[in-house]
């Protein structure tokens, strides 16, 4: 992809939380898929830094993805390479980017770290990244950001999106992603989904399959497709088993079980368990699974009928989890309700549907909502043109595009 535009999209809220990290006893931690972001996160940090005084040789940046640095994936090379360079005078700033890709990381970044004047960051494409030994080696010395790929207001901003155009905008958001290179071809299909292509199986192979070792991918595919093709809908680790099986595959109830965990580990999709709003407690079955990038599903379904109403609810599942919320799937009696976000600011209650012009689709999208005996906050969330400040007996209806720029603070 070197011939791709180089240039950078601004992520400002990450770029604030590192900024507010710097110079902390605490390793730095940047998590999230492939190619959301996170190498062009850290050169746009690094800019800043010099831009407020740091001198280049105080800056130490190592891309293990690259050839270049192919001699530092074993973890007394990278430690070495980095204690050769360390500034004698001042602080010096370590970025290591998809550190997992080093042989036992976990023993170089253990050794750097309670190094004096040195300021560590590191990023990685697998929830495993801070599991096992390291977890037990850091615990209270890290703190973590997870990545995503662009908000639907980084993309229009970065595309210089007008009002007038934003539904228009909107339509190429749902179906080629979010992923920040995508936004930089043009609404191109061949390139896009090429692009895609690559990303889908970098996933597959580099992240899923050579750390559970194995050797033929197929099942782990069709099991991602399960998810991609039963979006927002309840699944069950045994549904999953049962249709592989009639398919003429063989395959355990267990051996699901560990690839949905990998699919979640490598951050190509989350779950979200299911919420009992009167009883206040999480169950254990019917989760919900939503994809990282809605452009993904699109290319590798091909569908002519992309079930709209699940991928709108895609969307903003993945924008509370980017405004820093817990989000489950509420049940309420018979009634369900799309997202329970659970926040520092308390619990909000959301449902999402294209549209509620009809009157039937209206009552049933509030009955769950109305149900809920508390007094949180309570949204409807569609793509109607609305009056300004809808509001059903304290639920109120907001536009999804509006509610994506933060038009509305108070939701």
């Known amino acids: 992809m070197s011939s791709m535009p180089q240039k950078l999209v601004s992520r400002s809220n990450y770029l604030e939380w590192l900024k507010s990290w710097r110079e902390k006893p605490l390793i730095k931690v940047v998590a999230g898929v492939r190619r959301c972001g996170k ?27 690259e050839l270049e640095h192919e001699g530092l994936l074993d973890y007394r090379a990278l430690y070495d390479y980095i204690k050769e360079r360390l500034d004698k005078d001042g602080y010096t ?5 998809e550190v997992q890709n080093c042989k036992d990381y976990e023993k170089a970044v253990d050794s750097l770290f ?63 992603g979010a992923f920040p290179a995508v936004a930089l071809l043009d609404d191109k299909e061949d390139l896009i989904y090429s692009y895609l292509d690559g990303i889908y199986n970098s996933i ?44 003429g595959r063989s395959i355990s109830v267990n051996t699901v079980d560990k690839y949905l965990t990998a699919l979640c580990d490598s951050y190509l999709f989350y779950k979200a368990d299911r919420y009992d709003i009167r009883g206040r407690q999480h169950l254990k079955t019917q989760a919900k699974y939503y994809t990282v990038d809605s452009g993904l599903r699109q290319w590798l379904l091909a569908s002519s009928s992309p079930d709209f109403g699940h991928v709108l609810e895609n969307i903003v599942c993945l924008e509370l989890l980017r405004r820093g919320a817990k989000v489950s799937i509420g049940k309420i009696a018979e009634k369900e309700v799309d997202f329970v976000a659970e926040s520092a600011n308390g619990l909000t209650y959301y449902q999402v549907s294209a549209s509620v012009l009809d009157e039937n689709t209206l009552k ?48």
């Open 93 to 97: 700033y370590v970025f290591i980017d």
């Open 39 to 65: 190498s062009t996160l850290f050169k746009l940090y690094i800019d800043w830094l010099k831009e407020n005084g740091v001198r280049p040789k105080q800056i130490i940046f190592i891309n293990l993805e």
């Open 364 to 411: 049933r999208e509030l009955s769950a909502l109305q149900r809920i005996p508390d007094h949180h906050p309570k949204l409807l969330l569609t793509l109607d043109e609305i009056p300004k400040n809808a509001n059903y007996d304290g639920i109120r209806q907001l536009h999804i595009i509006d509610w994506l720029l933060g038009k509305d603070i108070k939701a």
């Open 204 to 247: 597959l192979v580099k992240d899923i399959a050579v750390r559970l070792g194995l050797t033929d991918i197929s099942i782990l595919s069709s099991i991602a497709k399960f998810l991609f093709s039963n979006l927002g809908s309840p699944v069950s680790v045994k549904k999953i088993t049962d249709t592989i099986n009639s398919a």
């Open 114 to 176: 309670v190094k004096d004047n040195l300021d560590l960051y590191i990023t990685g494409s697998n929830a495993y990244l801070l599991s096992g030994e390291l977890a037990t080696l850091l615990t209270g010395r890290y703190v973590q950001i997870a990545m995503l790929p662009l908000s639907f207001a980084e993309y229009a901003e970065f595309k210089n999106i007008n009002e007038r155009d934003l539904s228009l905008a909107f339509q190429s958001y749902l179906r080629f």
